[in-house]
């Protein structure tokens, strides 16, 4: 299979939906896009950030459900969905966006121009969507990023990735754990420095003086990170696969 | 203008009162289907449409050019034209090929050569008929004009540009332009160097149609190319990738707006990008207005 990856970046108020995640740097967002139809998608989209971004956005997308779908600067088309998953820090949500009658957004033209099949993953973080297309061939890119380029609005930029053998399958499903921005940057500060090799290459001390918090602060701070990412690995799998949960009762 | 007979641009409503003659064989009325994309024709055309390929039939497959007269004047005979033909073109993707091919015919001189506003799309979204049936007209003779040099540049005219008062559009992509983008994804199109020829201003090809797929208001199209700088009163050149796209630039200037100079320079980036010595500019270039409009 190959791979085509771009990215779509936002102008501060040119969508709704980018702009919490332009404001609020801990929101990512990890989708899986299949298109149908060249004006039919459906979507699957993890969102992980601050609770009441999140509560805005389950929100949004209540009152409009083909909220940001669109790249053009029209956009109508019918957009219904469900919440699969909500907790604290996390939404998982399901849409289904048809009828798409007047503009495009990235699957539709992917829709339009790709062999069927076609599968698109996306991440958002701060105010760029990036886009991964998988597909079968990619006879057809050239036309679909005219096409797609040429649609943008004002306020929206393409910008390349590449074409290649496609590579893996959301290995980077942990990228998109969100936690506090403390422990956030607790967490990179001390993987550049280099806290997590063998032997490490600097003592919490030095990290905490780079950072000017207390030894004690900084070790919480790792320790709630790495909670956080232990947690989701070893969750990660767990019984969803298993056995029905209703058998469990008899 | 065009020396014709009739206005450049057609509408679908006039196309569906016309079906019956197109689907005669009479020359006196043909119409052409030129898509990016040839399944789409196989998929459904307008009934009396026969399809050109672009890649096989416009361009010259041994030289990097358009296609010599004999070619050209052969392949619009297989489609039943005459040079007193009315030639109706149309195509999918906003009408990028269908428009080249309409440069192509006021190239070579034809007389009266016209477009379906808003191409393919435009007719299967209002379920105009549709048909599968591929017609067989007789085999014309067609004798093209003396190719009109005044519509097309050369590396040779834009290098004399560049010391004048010519305005160079560039109607690519904003990261073409830029020069962040050097090979296309997709297109056997790349260059040595990125950028845009010094000079030229960015006007991205689809700004000229709604999103619907129809060609926007003419005071609207004007506004949009004036407020780039681009006037009617200037030498104009318009390039892309190649010159096809280019040319939908090209017929907007030169056919609906009425602008006097407009030429489409043929080759565009593709050999501007891979000549040696030839200048570049990169980067975002800012327009400096001259004069300051009322109330902005």
């Known amino acids: 299979m190959r791979e085509f990856t771009f990215g779509v970046e936002y102008d501060r108020g040119a969508d709704p939906v980018m702009d919490a995640f332009d404001a609020h740097t801990a929101l990512v967002g990890h989708s899986i896009d299949a298109p149908l139809t060249a004006r039919s998608f459906w979507r699957i989209e993890r969102f992980a950030g601050p609770q009441s971004v999140l509560d805005d956005i389950e929100l949004r997308y209540e009152r409009d459900g083909a909220a940001g779908e669109g790249v053009t600067g029209q956009f109508e088309a019918t957009g219904r969905g469900d919440v699969l998953e909500r907790t604290a820090e996390e939404l998982v949500r399901y849409s289904y966006v048809s009828d798409v009658s007047v503009g495009e957004t990235v699957q539709t033209v992917a829709g339009k121009h790709l062999a069927d099949g076609v599968v698109l993953e996306s ?128 | 203008m065009t020396d014709r007979t009739g206005a450049p641009l057609v509408s679908a409503g006039w196309v569906v009162d016309h079906l019956e003659e197109f689907q005669r064989d009479d020359p006196s009325l043909r119409l052409i289907e030129v898509d990016i994309d040839p399944q789409n024709y196989e998929e459904g055309h307008i009934p009396g449409a026969t399809a050109v390929d672009w890649r096989e039939d416009l361009q010259d497959s041994t030289v990097f050019d358009v296609p010599a007269r004999p070619s050209f004047e ?195 980036w593709v050999e501007w990008g891979n000549t040696v010595g030839a200048p570049i500019e990169r980067g975002q270039r800012v327009n400096v207005r001259t004069d300051d409009v009322d109330g902005e």
């Open chain 2, 74 to 268: 052969h392949l619009l005979g297989e489609h039943g034209v005459t040079a007193d033909s009315t030639v109706v073109l149309y195509g999918d993707m906003m009408n990028w090929f269908a428009a080249y091919a309409y440069w192509l015919l006021a190239y070579y001189g034809h007389g009266d050569v016209r477009l379906l506003d808003g191409g393919r799309d435009v007719w299967t979204d209002r379920d105009a008929p549709l048909t599968k049936a591929v017609p067989s007209f007789e085999e014309r003779s067609y004798d093209a004009a003396s190719t009109r040099e005044s519509i097309r540049a050369d590396r040779p005219d834009v290098e004399a540009a560049l010391d004048g008062d010519v305005t160079l559009v560039d109607v690519r992509t904003p990261a073409e332009y830029r020069g962040e983008i050097l090979a296309p994804p997709g297109w056997n199109e790349g260059v040595q160097r990125g950028g845009h020829i010094p000079g030229a201003i960015n006007v991205p090809w689809s700004n000229v149609v709604d999103d619907v797929g129809l060609f926007k208001a003419r005071s609207n199209l004007r506004e949009i190319y004036e407020s780039a700088g681009v006037d009617s009163d200037s030498e104009t050149i318009t390039y892309c990738r190649i010159g096809e796209r280019s040319a939908l630039t090209w017929f907007v200037l030169y056919e609906l707006l009425g602008y006097d100079d407009v030429q489409n320079y043929y080759g565009s």
């Open chain 1, 123 to 250: 991440r958002r973080r701060d105010a760029t969507r990036w886009w991964r297309v998988l597909l079968r061939s990619d006879a057809r890119v050239g036309v679909f990023y005219d096409d797609l380029s040429a649609r943008l609005r004002d306020g929206l930029a393409f910008r390349m990735g590449h074409v290649g053998d496609a590579n893996g399958w959301q290995r980077d499903a942990l990228s998109s754990v969100s936690m506090p921005e403390a422990q956030e940057v607790a967490l990179r500060t001390a993987t550049e420095a280099g806290y997590y090799e063998t032997p490490r290459r600097v003592t919490l001390d030095e990290i905490a003086d780079d950072l000017d918090v207390p030894r004690s602060t900084l070790s919480y701070r790792l320790r709630r990170a790495e909670i956080r990412l232990v947690e989701r690995y070893v969750d990660a799998g767990g019984d969803r696969w298993g056995d029905d949960p209703m058998s469990a009762r008899n």
